[in-house]
T-cell receptor
Framework: DQQVKQNSPSLSVQEGRISILNCDYTNSMFDYFLWYKKYPAEGPTFLISISSIKDKNEDGRFTVFLNKSAKHLSLHIVPSQPGDSAVYFC?????????????FGTGTQLKVEL | DGGITQSPKYLFRKEGQNVTLSCEQNLNHDAMYWYRQDPGQGLRLIYYSQIVNDFQKGDIAEGYSVSREKKESFPLTVTSAQKNPTAFYLC??????????FGSGTQLSVL
């Protein structure tokens, strides 16, 4: 049972345009969400997070939107750069208490073309 | 330099053999995690530990074992009972702000 879903396995965007990566979840107990970026043969690195008390969080070129009623979040990258080409994982947690498990989505491979 | 160190980078396992993947952190984090990544799948949780001398099974613990004798170290043993061990293994520790910090991973393959 995939509780966190990233339905697009890949996405191709031109440099300078907007990249939109989507994530859906089914567990209503999730209220903290994170995005991680992963290059081949490396560990994921934290990108941005959002708590369920917010519907938007912005950090430079990266913005995460949360729609709790739809159980949907999205990551916007503007403008997209070639260095953004990586796999992006969405992750969710039932609260921010220590030791809570993160459940990850299957990832979306983003390719930013020149 | 603070971080998570995983070794080795590549590991090969023979049939019936147990192998141990090392994970060390100098971030002073209490919680540590082991994930497995397979092609086309997300990161699946194998085991996690919130404090020294304590650990819990994750979603796919069968065929694996761990120990947490020191705060800094959380080794994972892939036993012969794990019939499909070929995967990319990631160790992580968790900061107080809930963010996970990952090591660079170990690619395990079967000979």
């Amino acid at each position: 049972d995939q509780q966190v879903k990233q339905n697009s396995p890949s996405l191709s965007v031109q440099e300078g345009r907007i990249s939109i990566l989507n994530c859906d979840y089914t567990n209503s107990m999730f209220d903290y969400f994170l995005w991680y970026k992963k290059y081949p043969a490396e560990g994921p690195t934290f990108l941005i997070s959002i708590s369920s008390i917010k519907d938007k969080n912005e950090d430079g070129r990266f913005t995460v939107f949360l729609n709790k009623s739809a159980k949907h979040l999205s990551l916007h990258i503007v403008p997209s750069q070639p260095g953004d080409s990586a796999v992006y994982f969405c992750a969710a947690s039932p609260g921010t208490g220590g030791g809570n498990k993160l459940t990850f989505g299957t990832g979306t491979q983003l390719k930013v073309e020149l | 330099d603070g971080g998570i160190t995983q070794s080795p980078k590549y590991l090969f396992r023979k049939e019936g053999q147990n192998v141990t993947l090392s994970c060390e952190q100098n971030l002073n984090h209490d919680a540590m995690y082991w994930y497995r990544q397979d092609p086309g799948q997300g990161l699946r949780l194998i085991y996690y530990s919130q404090i020294v001398n304590d650990f819990q099974k994750g979603d796919i613990a069968e065929g694996y074992s761990v120990s947490r004798e020191k705060k800094e170290s959380f080794p994972l043993t892939v036993t012969s009972a794990q019939k499909n061990p070929t995967a990319f293994y990631l160790c992580a520790s968790r900061a107080a702000n809930e963010k996970l910090f990952f090591g660079s991973g170990t690619q395990l393959s079967v000979l």
